[in-house]
C-alpha cells in the first residue's frame, strides 16, 4: 500500500514524520510532493520518495493526502484531478474550514472516496487527537483502514462535518494553548527561582503526569483536583487565584473563539 502527501508544510511535514515513525508504511512506499526542495532534501534523506509534481504523487498512491492551506486546496485538487482514479484510490484532504460538497463540486466524477481529517501536530510524535470524516458513500473497510492509520499516529475520533470546526479549535488549536500555559508556567517557575530548562522540564513533567493520571483512573480532572487540594493549603490558594484571575473563562472563550 501507498500514501502520497501533497504538502509538506507544518501540518504535512508533521504528518509525515508521523507516517515514517508508524508501521503502516515503508519509507519507500510513502511519497513527498511540495515545492521546497529543503523540505524534499530533507525526506529523501529518510528513504522517502520524492517529487515537486504533485500529479506524480497522486498517480502512483492508494491513498492521496492533500494537506496545503485552505485557500490552495481548489487549486492542487484541479491540478491533480485527472490522475485521481475514484475506484482505486482514497482522498484525505487535511485544510481546515475547507466543506466536502466544495471539495466534490472541484473534482466531480473524478472524486475518490473522501475523508476530511484534522490531526495536530503531535502527530510527528504519534501522539495526535486526530479528528476524522467519511463524506458520503464510502466503505466501511475504507473508514477502517484510514482509522487505523491515524489510530497508529496517536488516538482519532471519527466525526461528523459538523464538528469539525469545534474538534479543530479543542485538540489542533488546542495544543498550542495548552504550550501557552507551558510558557506561562515556566516563566512563572523562573520567578520562583528555578532556570528557564529546569522550569520548562518541570512543568512539561507534571503536565505528562496529570494527563497519565488522568488516562489511568479514568477520573474527572476535578475529582483529581480534590485529592491534593487540602483545605487551606497551597494548592487551592493558587487555584482560586488563578480563578479570580478567569483562568477557566479564558480558556472556554479561546475555544469559542477559534470555533467561529
Request: aromatic share 4%; charged share 20%; net charge negative.
Amino acid at each position: 500500500m501507498k500514501i502520497s502527501m501533497i504538502g509538506a508544510g507544518a501540518m504535512g511535514g508533521a504528518t509525515v514524520e508521523g507516517l515514517i515513525k508508524g508501521e503502516s508504511f515503508k519509507n519507500e512506499d510513502i511519497t513527498v510532493s511540495d515545492p521546497s526542495q529543503t523540505v524534499l532534501e530533507k525526506f529523501a534523506l529518510k528513504g522517502v520518495s520524492v517529487t515537486t509534481d504533485n500529479s506524480v504523487a497522486a498517480e502512483g498512491a492508494d491513498i492521496v493526502c492533500v494537506c496545503v492551506k485552505p485557500w490552495l486546496v481548489e487549486h492542487v485538487l484541479k491540478g491533480i484531478k485527472d490522475t485521481l482514479k475514484p475506484k482505486k484510490q482514497i482522498l484525505i484532504v487535511i485544510a481546515a474550514g475547507v466543506p466536502s460538497a466544495s471539495i466534490k463540486e472541484w473534482l466531480g466524477e473524478q472524486c475518490p472516496p473522501l475523508f476530511l481529517v484534522i490531526p495536530n501536530i503531535a502527530i510527528a510524535e504519534l501522539a495526535s487527537m486526530t479528528f476524522i470524516v467519511p463524506c458520503g458513500d464510502v466503505a466501511r473497510h475504507q473508514t477502517e483502514l484510514v482509522k487505523g492509520i491515524f489510530d497508529e499516529m496517536g488516538q482519532s475520533l471519527l466525526t461528523d462535518e459538523q464538528h469539525l470546526s469545534s474538534a479543530t479549535t479543542l485538540a489542533s488549536c488546542g495544543i498550542a494553548y495548552a504550550m501557552r500555559y507551558i510558557r506561562a508556567a515556566s516563566e512563572g517557575g523562573v520567578e520562583l527561582g528555578f532556570k528557564a530548562d529546569q522550569a520548562k522540564d518541570i512543568v512539561m513533567q507534571t503536565m505528562l503526569g496529570a494527563v497519565k493520571l488522568l488516562q489511568a483512573s479514568g477520573m474527572h480532572p476535578e475529582q483529581a483536583i480534590d485529592l491534593v487540594t487540602t483545605p487551606g493549603g497551597l494548592t487551592i490558594k493558587g487555584l482560586n487565584e488563578m480563578e479570580h484571575a478567569g483562568f477557566t473563562t479564558a480558556v472556554i472563550s479561546g475555544l469559542k473563539a477559534g470555533a467561529k
